[in-house]
């Protein structure tokens, strides 16, 4: 007589579990969408990036060509829109061409951290307790060092390089996404729809994936 029960309580959980995370997400969605500094700064970003993908096609010159006639060429003047260098070789185009290099350093730097943060938040955040603590002792003491400090010290123990730069510059940011999403999953831990999902039987990798992972999107894109 109690089965049928039971399952109408555990549809009623699962319902509510859905409803939750969905509400969640969307919420978070909302507030991604509804932040001005996040929409501007994702138009310039895409003006920068449209730029650096099309160099090869832009009308602009080589950046590497050299004119000693037109060095330290004011901005505007020469036909030139930013000027030049003491080498005479146009500045708008090496910024244009340069991004291109910078580019690929930060979002592969960034991802790389952003990954490697994310997990860690995650967990430390999640399960608490002894993770939590050895987790954030162990970011505390990472934050302790100066940002350029730390980055010039594990280039220097990396070696030299564009790779080793980048990995440098990945370990650094680390500890700033981890402490971040800590506090977003610490939030959402407490949540009904998350408790609803532990109470019907869903395991804790199921939990964070579908219930906490898609509520700190919008932090994640923030930090």
């Given at each position: 007589?109690?089965?049928?029960?039971?399952?109408i309580e555990d549809a009623d959980r699962a319902t509510g579990t859905t409803r939750g995370a969905r509400?969640?997400?969307?919420?978070?969605?909302?507030?991604?969408?509804?932040?001005?500094?996040?929409?501007?700064?994702?138009?310039?970003?895409?003006?920068?990036?449209?730029?650096?993908?099309?160099?090869?096609?832009?009308?602009?010159?080589?950046?590497?060509?050299?004119?000693?006639?037109?060095?330290?060429?004011?901005?505007?003047?020469?036909?030139?829109?930013?000027?030049?260098?003491?080498?005479?070789?146009?500045?708008?185009?090496?910024?244009?061409?340069?991004?291109?290099?910078?580019?690929?350093?930060?979002?592969?730097?960034?991802?790389?951290a952003m990954i490697a943060g994310t997990t860690v938040g995650l967990l430390a955040g999640y399960f608490?307790?002894?993770?939590?603590?050895?987790?954030?002792?162990?970011?505390?003491?990472?934050?302790?060092?100066?940002?350029?400090?730390?980055?010039?010290?594990?280039?220097?123990?990396?070696?030299?390089?564009?790779?080793?730069?980048?990995?440098?510059?990945?370990?650094?940011?680390?500890?700033?996404?981890?402490?971040?999403?800590?506090?977003?999953?610490?939030?959402?831990?407490?949540?009904?729809f998350v408790e609803a999902a532990r109470a019907a039987g869903a395991t804790d990798g199921r939990i964070?994936?579908?219930?906490?992972?898609?509520?700190?999107?919008?932090?994640?894109?923030?930090?």
């Open positions: 007589s109690m089965g049928p029960s039971l399952a509400a969640s997400r969307v919420d978070g969605i909302g507030r991604l969408l509804g932040n001005r500094s996040v929409l501007l700064g994702a138009l310039i970003v895409s003006v920068i990036v449209a730029a650096a993908l099309l160099a090869p096609v832009l009308p602009i010159s080589d950046p590497n060509r050299t004119q000693p006639g037109r060095r330290l060429a004011a901005p505007l003047s020469s036909g030139l829109l930013l000027g030049s260098d003491h080498l005479g070789r146009n500045l708008l185009s090496r910024i244009v061409w340069g991004a291109r290099i910078s580019l690929t350093v930060g979002v592969l730097a960034t991802v790389l608490g307790g002894l993770v939590d603590q050895i987790v954030m002792r162990t970011i505390d003491l990472v934050m302790a060092f100066p940002y350029i400090l730390l980055a010039i010290a594990l280039v220097a123990a990396l070696g030299p390089g564009l790779l080793n730069a980048m990995m440098a510059v990945a370990v650094v940011n680390v500890s700033f996404y981890a402490r971040g999403i800590r506090g977003a999953v610490l939030t959402l831990r407490g949540q009904e964070l994936r579908q219930h906490v992972l898609p509520g700190i999107v919008a932090p994640l894109l923030v930090f």
